[in-house]
């Protein structure tokens, strides 16, 4: 747990710069060698996103990093979808009153799957593969 925090922490020090991740995976020590080289394509993959408290109940929790969202719109239930408005792309902002909401026109999202709230936005946000182990919320 330790390590995967520490990896975590140096990503999101640095605003999630893709090099930072690279440079946090070969130093170590998984970049070239044998163990994991499927999971390397995506950034986030594999790699513990939050813990299940990070997650307010009803509400959720936006990974700016890795473009996801993370919600828990009921008790012990979490859903992730990316964090990118099917508008025009922008990242999404804030998590407030059942809806995730994009700061740029105004588009809004349901918490509990992604569906289109409020316009101008044309379709749902894509759901994105979460796995939860015990307290720890993984990308998948
Ligand atoms: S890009 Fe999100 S509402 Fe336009």
């Known amino acids: 747990m330790t390590l995967p925090a520490t990896r975590r922490t140096v990503l999101l020090a640095t605003g999630g710069a893709?090099?930072?991740?690279?440079?946090?995976?070969?130093?170590?020590?998984?970049?070239?060698?044998?163990?994991?080289?499927?999971?390397?394509?995506s950034a986030a993959a594999g790699q513990?996103?939050?813990?299940?408290t990070d997650i307010p109940l009803g509400g959720g929790k936006i990974f700016g990093a890795e473009k996801v969202v993370v919600t828990q719109p009921t008790k012990d239930d979490f859903k992730a979808f990316s964090a990118i408005c099917t508008h025009l792309g922008?990242?999404?902002?804030?998590v407030a009153d059942g809806t995730i909401d994009?700061?740029?026109?105004?588009?809004?999202?349901?918490?509990?799957?992604?569906?289109?709230?409020?316009?101008?936005?044309?379709?749902?946000?894509?759901a994105?593969?979460?796995?939860?182990?015990?307290?720890t919320i993984k990308l998948t």
């Open 18 to 41: 893709a090099a930072a991740l690279t440079a946090a995976c070969s130093n170590y020590g998984d970049n070239n060698s044998s163990s994991s080289s499927s999971s390397e394509k």
């Open 48 to 52: 513990e996103l939050a813990k299940t």
């Open 90 to 94: 922008c990242t999404v902002g804030s």
């Open 102 to 126: 994009c700061p740029c026109h105004g588009s809004k999202y349901h918490i509990a799957d992604g569906s289109v709230a409020h316009g101008p936005a044309p379709k749902p946000l894509p």
């Open 128 to 135: 994105k593969q979460i796995t939860v182990e015990g307290s």
